[in-house]
């Protein structure tokens, strides 16, 4: 029984920005000499996901940040009052 073949990071990574870029993805497998073209596809679809993981977790960083600033604003308001009286 054959082992399966394992591709670089990279690699696929070229691979698949050259599918994005409009190439062929049974032209890609058979330029790499890939099993199928399907590897080409699969590849392609786990990046999407991972580049769109990567955009929300950018996201709620944001938002996060914006949300620690404004906490920060309250206390500060907070600290001037309490100094005004006391």
Excluded: F, H, P
Excluded at 17 to 43: C, M
């Amino acid at each position: 029984m054959k082992k399966y073949q394992k591709y670089s990071k990279e690699l696929k990574q070229e691979i698949v920005n050259r599918y994005w870029n409009g190439e062929s993805g049974y032209k890609l497998a058979k330029e790499y000499d890939l099993s199928v073209a399907a590897l080409v596809y699969q590849w392609a679809n786990v990046a999407k996901k991972y580049e769109r993981c990567k955009v929300n977790r950018s996201d709620k960083l944001v938002i996060e940040n914006q949300y620690l600033k404004k906490q920060l604003k309250i206390k500060e308001k907070e600290l001037q009052k309490e100094k005004l009286r006391g």
